[in-house]
């Protein structure tokens, strides 16, 4: 009898049991609202994300997730576990950070966030120096604007990020790493434009800019409004290429970060002006204030940082 009560004891041990794939699975579904996009970030098919979506309903005895209209969305109980999910990703992802302290070299994963531009034309040399020098460690980055990455952040769903600033949280540090000047471009063989260009020479000239959400595009629209004017866009696209690429077929003058058209990243049918008065963005890394550094996420810092001080002007 006393065998059979410690048998019992087990089983109902195992079944209170969470798959960490499973809660995975389900975060994501209620962060994209969709199983199709859910299966693509984890590289699953949709049947097999359903099945573990059932399985850790059925192990829980509740129903975690509804459909209102096309997405996909957390039940009371799926809000409650959500909750839990990400305690529970910080808590295996602080473990694996602390055995690997213990392992020989330098090992584990960290999430970087960044902007589209910052990605393109700052990091990558960043993260080849790092791959170089410590092969075992993972770098995941993502790209997105500010406001969207703070919050990741905040979430925890990330480690660090790479942002425009302003960027403030009572839960965040925020570490300025580079300044980056803004300036005008055109295509060259298109009334070209002046060596400075001020708000009023472009007023009156087809702009094509970046897309309101970006902290970006709210310095732009500051530079103009200080001079007493509205910029009306033409176009408004997300991706600096995207703008890059529509000035130089022809199509309106654009204002984008200087690091997007320095360098390697110059395009030969742009002309480059600087802006009068000028004008610039402040990138900064921002991490939680509670958040344990591993030493990878250290080496991660201190690269982004000594490439800032790298590009800064002598």
Known sequence: MKLLLSIRCINNTLDKSLNLDQ???FALV???GSFS??????GLTQPAVSLQLRQLERRLSVRLIERVGKRARPTTAGTELLR???QIESAVEAAVDALAEHASGI???VRLGCGATACLHFLPPVLRGLRERYPALGIVVGTGNTDEYVRKVEENTVDLALVTLPASGR???VMPVLQDEFVAIGRKDQAPLKARVAPGDLQGLPLVLFEPAANTRRLIDHWFAAAGLTPRPVMELGSVEAIKEMVAAGLG???VPGMSVAGRAAHPELKVSR???RMQRTLALVVRRDKPVSRGMRLVLDAIVAAGKARAPR
Do not use: D, F, M, N
């Open 37 to 42: 996009a859910a299966a693509e970030r984890l």
């Open 171 to 173: 839960a965040l540090v």
């Open 275 to 277: 802006l009068q008065p």
């Open 30 to 32: 209620i962060e994209t």
């Open 107 to 109: 090992s584990g994963r």
């Open 253 to 255: 003058y654009g204002i």
């Open 84 to 86: 839990h999910v990400q």
């Open 23 to 25: 809660l995975k699975s």
